[in-house]
């Protein structure tokens, strides 16, 4: 993985692994000298254990420390590395302390690392081959720890970020102590045992300063704690002891987060008003059944349905919104706690995935900022790691990424000396604000200049790396040192790793380490069904896990760039919390967009979902996942169950009530459950077996043929790579210590062939899951089915930022993918109306998830009701029959609940009038046009399986400026519908007005009713019309004229013609007697 390694491309079923490489490379680098590092306590060398290598007191970080500092540490201190605070481990020849784990047979911990021995073998020999022989590797160096593996870049190591798994260094981190260089080996330290143990350190001066000053460190910071709660009170939530015990009024052991909730008097008041109006909807529908309208049964009828269909999506839509709340993180106690300064991070390591497809469509320069932002967060640099997914294997995109990698080294030292926010360039460039506000240092407005150019130059380099991509060679695309781009066919290619920064080579400007950037393309093939976004992040998820293992996982879109540089630490407050980290399966926070126009016409801000649903769901068992701008935890992808207490154990209300309480045995046993989460997740760095999942019933084979079968299940559930498979029990993160780096890349290309998924449960149980175009619905739902909690975090700063169509036509077409994977879903054996009903998904919580999918349904009755004014008007009757007045009191009523409802949301929400409105609108608009669209095609994609696209087709404006876009007409199906509502409505206001003007005042009464519910219809449609019409007071002269001419026109035809009046009428009203007058 070394970033100047060049290019790995290769296909594991074709047995195909070839090294791409870079120009000037350079052979093998001399190793450092092992001698003369000292012990970082009393300054003598480090030393030999007892069998003669090189003695390593940590295992977990490597820290120096001699034989004389750890054996005092351990009887007299406090027994803990100075560096990573891990227990020391009893070494052979060490005495037994208080504390040590018990060990049975075994008088040294050395035998349970005895896999280095055979790897470190394997390593000499790997270090010892020549520059020049041929890559030739084949599958079954994958299985066999002996076999010679060949270097793969001219005898240079794959990566200086991934040390070798030798007996001198059990642990993969590597410090970020200043003043110890984690890619140093340990040196030997000699320990001559007729010297006087004082001459070592033991008892010096200089050793019980150390002491002393750590004493006097902790005691310093309990007095201050103390005087901070002296009588022993404080906002101590989740610990129950209000501040008693005195260890944990520590701020650095205090709740990393708080609920924050909402006032009682808005919250009882909101549900008050939900409960008074479901009765006033029970004594409507009383009243609308019991009253039918003889002479318009059928419109009666129809508007009946309809109503109760939208009276059952309103309980579906408010009653998961009964428990809201807000959340509140502490960075501060963070930092106290795994992130304090002059100390190694104890931050958790973190993947962050972006995915991206064409280049065409998702410009490559709004790909690099998201990519800068990421690698310029605010986070330990060996913490983070980025993986670019081109799932459109685009050279564009690679030679962009390697542009941006580039620019990175000066970007990312200037956002972090600076303290700029947000920190993708593109943005802080654009911002409108005083840039100078809060900076004190003076070579900054220097250096923002400059940084500025570098940028313009950066952008100069992509647009003109754009041109070039805009006409393909016939030949195909080839690299810069004349080798042909491997993805030339974007479905027929190998897959595709390139490390572009890293620990090993990737500094910036300053010397100092940058987090790694990963290219990756995964092998695509003719005939294998690849899953698009879903198959995507899955090939992210072991590919990472192969080469850097992130305990947890960021996924963001290409087009969402970190607005917030503290958004990690931010879902670390919850992901490392003790109380909350263990249940929880993500992180998700609110998506927000830039280039809006400032109406939100289309309501693409959707700031109703996600600031009044998602935060009623966090009150529950969490939001649904939105498909970005979401943390996940590892374990839960891999399909784990979470460490639930006993209260979260219990089975829901519905299976309880319908199949009892659960037995006592394999359900209610706690013993069985504790013995499960012991054997499901584990602490522990060495690869183990899940023996769960074995088949029952096989107690009476021997252990080799016990162990055989849960490899076999094993292999069956996450494939057939045994380093990916040791990676899934590290719960913590990290590379495997038993792992060779030099098979990492192989094992990478491995792990995203297109046919490593095949028999095995990737996409079904484990992964983002497939079947829907909505991925992100079903990933969310099967971790909730299992009793995962997810969480909702809305930082002060927003988070993540992105772009949204605000142009009519693409906001359809986006709303259409949308509604379509909800109807998927809802036809598949996924649906959450009987899906998980024997898991831990509670019951609001699956309101909110089958409102999810059935919400495109209500296009069909909402179109009706949006056609029945028009029919009403047009034709004289009305669905509703002559009501009194006790009647048109429960009318009356139900529309104040309505408001009264949608009122209190906004006052606990904070969300504005206006926002609630557009999104109304939209709703309307949506469903009346892209909603209906997507149940008929997924209705013809799941039953026919013929896959309908609607193509839009673009007529360009001449007019350019700030939301041009906006502005741009493009004709596509998804018109034609709420169009015709439009004109049908609009027609039916003519005729019923003209009907009232030639019937008389006797008509206007019974007109007023008709005449609301039409307007209604076409003020909801009111955006729509507008996009129809083109820019804001532009609308052409002509087009008002011919409007108000074929209005008057229609009009008085329509008096003249009266077709709604019958002769005989005609004839009474004209005086004349027929035959029988």
Known sequence: MATNAGMVAGSHNRNEFVMIRHEGEQGIKPQKNLKDQVCQICGDTVGLSATGDIFVACNECAFPVCRPCYEYE??????????????????????????????????????????????????????????????????????????????LTSGQQISGELPDATPDRHSIRSPSSGHVDPNMPVPVRIVDPSRDLNSYGLNSVDWKERVEGWKLKQEKSTTQMTNKYPDG????????????????????????????????????????VIILRLIILCFFFQ??????????YGLWLTSV????????SWLLDQFPKWYPINRETFLDRLSLRFDRDGEPSQLAPIDIFVSTVDPLKEPPLVTANTVLSILAVDYPVDKVSCYVSDDGSAMLTFEALSETSEFARKWVPFCKKHNIEPRAPEFYFAQKIDYLKDKIQPSFVKERRAMKREYEEFKVRINALVAKAQKTP???????????????????????????????????????????????SREKRPGFQHHKKAGAMNALIRVSAVLTNGAYLLNVDCDHYFNNSKALKEAMCFMMDPALGKKTCYVQFPQRFDGIDLHDRYANRNIVF??????????????????????????????????????????????????????????????????????????????????????????????????????????????????????????????????????????????????????TEWGKEIGWIYGSVTEDILTGFKMHARGWISIYCMPPRPAFK?????????????????????????????????????????????????????????????????????????????????????????????????????????????????????????????????????????????????????????KASDEDGEFAELYVFKWTSL????????????????????????????????????????????????????????????????????????????????????????????????GQCGVNC
């Open 802 to 954: 992105g772009s949204a169509p605000i142009n009519l036509s693409d906001r359809l077409n986006q709303v259409l993918r949308w509604a379509l994977g909800s109807v998927e879903i809802l036809l598949s054996r996924h649906c959450p109306i009987w899906y998980g009903y024997s898991g831990r998904l509670k019951l609001l919580e699956r309101l909110a998830y089958i409102n999810t999918i059935v919400y495109p349904i209500t296009s069909i009755p909402l179109i009706a009701y949006c056609v029945l004014p028009a029919i009403c008007l047009l034709t004289g009757k009305f669905i509703i029959p002559e009501i009194s007045n006790y009647a048109g009191m429960w009318f009356i009523l139900l529309f104040i609940s309505i408001f009264a409802t949608g009122i209190l949301e906004l006052r606990w929400s904070g969300v504005g009038i206006e926002d609630w409105w557009r999104n109304e609108q939209f709703w309307v608009i949506g469903g009346t046009s892209a909603h209906l669209f997507a149940v008929f095609q997924g209705l013809l994609k799941v039953l026919a399986g013929i896959d309908t696209n609607f193509t839009v087709t673009s």
């Open 610 to 759: 996600f600031d009044i649903n998602l935060k009623g769901l966090d009150g529950i068992q969490g939001p649904v996942y939105v498909g970005t701008g979401c943390c996940f935890n590892r374990q839960a992808l891999y399909g784990y169950d979470p460490l639930l207490t006993e209260a979260d154990l219990e089975p829901n209300i519905i299976f309880k009530s319908c199949c009892g309480s659960r037995k006592k045995g394999r359900g209610g046993n706690k013993s069985y459950i504790d013995r499960k989460r012991a054997v499901k997740r584990t602490e522990s760095t060495i690869p183990i077996f899940n023996m769960e999942d074995m088949d029952e019933g096989i107690e009476g084979y021997d252990d080799e043929r016990s162990l055989l079968m849960s490899q076999k299940s094993l292999e069956k559930r996450f494939g057939q790579s045994p380093i990916f498979i040791a990676s899934t029990f590290m719960e913590q993160g990290g590379i495997p210590p038993s792992t060779n780096p030099a098979s990492l890349l192989k094992e990478a290309i491995h792990v995203i062939s297109c046919g490593y998924e095949d028999k």
């Open 74 to 151: 351990r009887k007299d201190g406090n027994q803990c590395c100075p560096q990573c605070k891990t227990r020391y481990k009893r070494h052979k020849g060490s005495p037994r302390v208080e504390g040590d784990d018990e060990e049975d047979d075994v008088d040294d911990l050395d035998d349970e690392f005895n896999y280095n021995q055979a790897s470190g073998k394997s390593v000499q020999q790997w270090q010892l081959h020549g520059q020049d022989e041929d890559v030739e590797l084949s599958s079954s160096s994958r299985h066999e720890a002996h076999h010679r593996i060949p270097r």
């Open 474 to 520: 016939e030949e195909g695309w080839t690299m810069q040192d004349g080798t042909p781009w491997p993805g030339n066919n974007p479905r027929d290619h190998p897959g595709m790793i390139q490390v572009f920064l890293g620990h090993s080579g990737g500094l910036d400007t300053d010397g100092n380490e940058l987090p790694r950037l990963v290219y990756v």
């Open 233 to 272: 009170k404080g906002d101590m939530e989740g610990t129950g002891s209000n501040g008693e015990d005195l260890q944990m009024a520590d701020d650095s052991r205090q709740p990393l987060s708080r609920i924050v909730p909402i006032p009682s008097n808005q919250l009882n008041l909101y549900r008050v």
């Open 287 to 296: 009243y609308r059944v019991t009253h039918p309208v003889h002479d318009a």
């Open 975 to 1070: 018109l034609i519908a709420p169009t015709t509502l439009l004109i049908v409505n609009l027609v039916g206001i003519v005729a019923g007005v003209s009907y009232a003007i030639n019937s008389g005042y006797q008509s206007w009464g019974p007109l007023f009713g008709k005449l609301f519910f039409a307007i209604w219809v076409i003020v909801h449609l009111y955006p729509f019309l507008k996009g129809l019409l083109g820019r804001q007071n532009r609308t052409p002269t002509i087009v008002i004229v011919w409007s108000i001419l074929l209005a008057s026109i229609f009009s008085l035809l329509w008096v003249r013609i009266d077709p709604f009046t019958s002769s005989t009428q005609k004839a009474v009203a004209m």
């Open 305 to 312: 349905i309809c109503e109760i269909w939208f009276a059952l």
